[in-house]
């Protein structure tokens, strides 16, 4: 199991926003003191290259990202801020989930997980967009293409739809994408219709739910839409944005899933990259921005890709 953390992400200052670098040193500080720690490999690993990066966003918007953060700029969009420090560690979690990758197709190594921020999956080609840079996980699956696969799905849980990862493959036909979050609410897209177009038709799965949806409900619907996906694609490799802001408690988010449900939600996904992807399976951190329960969930998330 390889275990992506640093401590370089804490150098992306955002002051008091919800998505600021507390989040990650408390991810960090749990991961470090769980008793599984020492059963995961923890590798070094490169930024990523402007080609990398380049394979999803556009060449001017890259540029444009570097420059506002040389030059300190603060707030670039609605919802998201820079920092002299943010080039480094937008680069550095897009290199994680590249590495990643790397490994799990070319190593014994099947899962990984990246704690990287900022998160990644509203980034849109040409923009920031709901605290994103970069979008870690449509980079990660164009790297994934790029070293021959032919499948690779994308398995979304953050509370906020993944409208970035959605725009990159929504005509692509090799990238599946799933994504399950509520509605309505930030940032408005996801709709059930939204099924993708040309080569990706039918390779877009959305699953809208409303604020008040049980439990049961959720995992019922989770495991039918995700499974219906799966059969279609028969991906050889799933990548997951992990967001754990559906917590009832997140204040940037919240549902109704506890801790432990990541723990269920993990286990789900497991089985069908066991069917699949011969077990290959790459987890990234997106959101969650409640201080106490973000460590809490990721590490029930991380225990069962440890124990897989």
């Not at 820079?82 to 990758?101: K, N, P």
């Not at 066991?274 to 959101?287: F, M, R, T, V």
Request: hydrophobic content about 40%; glycine content about 8%; proline content about 5%.
């Amino acid at each position: 199991m390889l275990l992506y953390l640093d401590d370089c992400f804490t150098q992306h200052d955002t002051g008091s926003h919800p998505e600021n670098k507390a989040r990650i040193q408390g991810v960090n500080r749990a991961l470090r003191s769980a008793p599984w720690f020492g059963d995961c490999t923890t590798p070094t690993w490169d930024a990523a290259t402007i080609a990398q990066l380049t394979r999803v966003h556009d060449a001017t918007y890259v540029q444009q990202l570097q420059a506002w953060c040389e030059q300190n700029a603060g707030q670039i969009e609605a919802d998201t801020v820079v920092s002299t420090g943010s080039w480094m560690a937008a680069t550095r979690g897009a290199g994680a989930a590249i590495h990643a990758v790397h490994q799990v197709l070319h190593t014994p190594e099947s899962r990984a997980f990246a704690a990287i921020r900022p998160p990644g999956h509203h980034a849109l080609p040409d923009g920031p967009m709901g605290f994103c840079l970069l979008n870690n996980v449509a980079i990660a699956a164009r790297y994934a293409i790029a070293q021959g696969l032919q499948r690779v799905m994308i398995v979304d849980w953050d509370v906020h739809h993944g409208n970035g990862t959605q725009d990159t493959f929504y005509a692509d036909g090799q990238v599946a994408f799933f994504s399950i979050h509520r509605s309505p609410f930030y940032p408005g897209t996801g709709a059930e219709d939204e099924t993708g177009t040309g080569r990706g038709l039918g390779f877009i799965s959305n699953a809208p739910v409303h604020a008040d949806i049980t439990r049961e409900k959720f995992f019922d619907t989770f495991d039918r839409k995700l499974e219906q996906l799966a059969a279609r694609v028969q991906p050889e490799l799933i990548l997951v944005s992990a967001g754990f802001d559906a917590h009832p408690q997140d204040p940037v988010g919240g549902l109704c899933l506890e801790a432990p449900d990541f723990a269920v939600l993990t286990q789900k996904v497991l089985a069908l990259a066991d069917i699949y992807a011969n077990g290959k399976i790459i987890s990234l951190l997106e959101g969650g921005y409640h201080l106490q329960h973000l460590p809490e969930c990721v590490t029930a998330h991380v225990q069962e890709l440890v124990e897989a």
